[in-house]
């Protein structure tokens, strides 16, 4: 069982990072660009695109950036 939110994301959702890079890169969109519409710090959402859910801030913010940015890649 895992034992933080940020393990239990990863358990769910392994490669979800991948999937909103090459969704984001083949709408031809930086991740300069995604940051600065989504309100979201590259660095997170850099973090989220290599699945490194332990270099983001806790709960509920994580689970906000990924509908978030799913949303703006849909």
């Known amino acids: ?3 933080t939110q940020h393990d239990a994301i990863q358990t ?4 979800i990072g991948e ?4 969704a984001r890169e083949k709408q031809n969109i930086s991740l300069k ?4 519409r989504l309100k979201i710090r590259e660095t997170y959402l850099q973090a989220i695109e290599e ?3 332990n270099s983001l801030p806790a709960g ?3 689970l906000g950036f990924l509908r978030n940015y799913a949303l703006f890649l849909n």
Do not use: E, K, L, N
């Open 1 to 3: 069982m895992p034992s």
């Open 12 to 15: 769910i959702s392994p490669g």
């Open 19 to 22: 999937i909103f890079r090459q």
């Open 33 to 36: 660009g995604a940051a600065r």
């Open 51 to 53: 699945d490194d859910y």
């Open 60 to 62: 509920a913010y994580v």
